[in-house]
Each structure stands twice: as C-alpha cells, then as structure tokens.
C-alpha cells in the first residue's frame, strides 16, 4: 500500500503564492502518474493538474498559467507551485498517485488533503 503525505497549505493574500510537496511512501512500488485535485466547499472534486513520469503535465483551464506541477521521481515526489492566486482558488488540494506494486497488484492512492484559503 502506498501512503501520500501533502504538505505546503495554508492562509495567503489574492495575488500570493504556495508551494504544495506530496511525498508517496510504502514497499515496494512503482509510481504513474500524480496529480493534484481539489474541492471547494458544496462543490465536487476536480482536477487541477497531472504530471506524467517524464514529466508532461496537463492543467485545468482555471489555472493554466498560474500553477505549475513538477516531480522528482528519485524521492518520489510530487509539487505544485500556485501563483497569482485567486479567492476562487480556495478548497482542500488532494494529491493522488497511480502506479503498480512489485506484485503488479495496481494502485490509486489519496492523499489526506491541504486546505488552501486564498484571502481577497
């Protein structure tokens, strides 16, 4: 079972920035892809951006521009850098990471979320 582990939230101004690291850990694994998704309250889960092994990445139209994703694969990492944010970007972000144990047996890990408060 692979575990993630966000971290980097927090309370910053329209405008600021964040820098938000989920680290997967467990035995014996191989990451696929990760990504990053996030709720906002009374609204559904959605995806904000995804990162490839080698590295290409796709973005939600709402934060093209503003946020980057980027990965180390050697620590088995995963960041986004979000700039120039917005009151509207608000919500709990959620790491996720696909991949497959030594065994084959394929996973879809979550990670426990990062709240995100973005002050107008």
């Known amino acids: 079972q692979v575990q993630l582990v966000e971290s980097g939230g927090g309370l910053v101004q329209a405008g600021g920035s964040l820098r938000l690291s989920c680290a997967a850990s467990?035995?014996?694994?191989?990451?696929?892809?990760m990504g990053w998704y996030r709720q906002a309250p009374g609204k559904q889960r959605e995806l904000v951006a995804q990162?490839?092994?080698?590295?290409?990445?796709n973005y939600a139209d709402s934060v093209k521009a503003r946020f980057t994703i980027s990965r180390d694969n050697a620590r088995n990492t995963v960041y986004l850098q979000l700039n120039s944010l917005k009151p509207e970007d608000t919500a709990v972000y959620y790491c996720?990471?696909?991949?497959?144990?030594?065994?084959?047996?394929?996973?879809?890990?979550w990670g426990q979320g990062t709240q995100v408060t973005v002050s107008s």
């Open positions: 996720n990471a696909q991949g497959y144990s030594y065994g084959g047996l394929s996973f879809d890990s």
């Open positions: 467990g035995r014996r694994f191989v990451l696929g892809v």
């Open positions: 990162v490839s092994t080698g590295g290409s990445a």
